[in-house]
C-alpha cells in the first residue's frame, strides 16, 4: 500500500501565494509521475500540474507562469508552489502518484490519490 500526506493548504488573499506538499511513502519501486489536481465545487476534477521522474513537467494552461511544481525522487514528495491565487482557484487539491509496486511476483503500475487539501482564495 501507499500512502499521501497532503500540507499547505488554507486561507490566502487574492494574489498571495501557498506551497503545497506531498510525502508519499508505502511499498514504492519506483515513481512514474507525481502532480496536483483540484476541485472545485461543482466542478469535474482537472489535472493542475505533473512532474515526471524524468522532471518533465505539465501545467494547465490557466497556471502557466504562477505555478511551479518540483519534486524530490529520493524522498518521494512533490510540492506546489502556487503565487498569483485568484478566487476562482479555491478549490480542494489532491496529491497524485503513478507509481510501480510489487503484486506478488510481479511489478505493477498503480495510481494513488491524497485526500485532498482546501486551498482558499479570499479577501
Known amino acids: 500500500q501507499v500512502q499521501l500526506v497532503e500540507s499547505g493548504g488554507g486561507l490566502v488573499q487574492p494574489g498571495g501565494s501557498l506551497t503545497l506538499s506531498c510525502a508519499a511513502s508505502?511499498?514504492?519501486?519506483?515513481?512514474?509521475?507525481m502532480g496536483w489536481y483540484r476541485q472545485a465545487p461543482g466542478k469535474e476534477r482537472e489535472l493542475v500540474a505533473q512532474?515526471?521522474?524524468?522532471?518533465?513537467?505539465i501545467y494547465a494552461d490557466s497556471v502557466k507562469g504562477r505555478f511551479t511544481i518540483s519534486s524530490d525522487n529520493a524522498k518521494n514528495t512533490v510540492s506546489l508552489q502556487m503565487n498569483g491565487l485568484k478566487p476562482e482557484e479555491t478549490a480542494d487539491y489532491y496529491c497524485?502518484?503513478?507509481?510501480?509496486?510489487?503484486?506478488?511476483?510481479?511489478?505493477?503500475?498503480?495510481?494513488?490519490w491524497g485526500k485532498g487539501t482546501l486551498v482558499t482564495v479570499s479577501s
Open positions: 497524485n502518484v503513478d507509481v510501480m509496486v510489487r503484486d506478488g511476483l510481479r511489478l505493477v503500475r498503480k495510481v494513488y
Open positions: 508505502g511499498s514504492i519501486l519506483a515513481i512514474n509521475a
Open positions: 512532474i515526471s521522474s524524468g522532471r518533465t513537467t
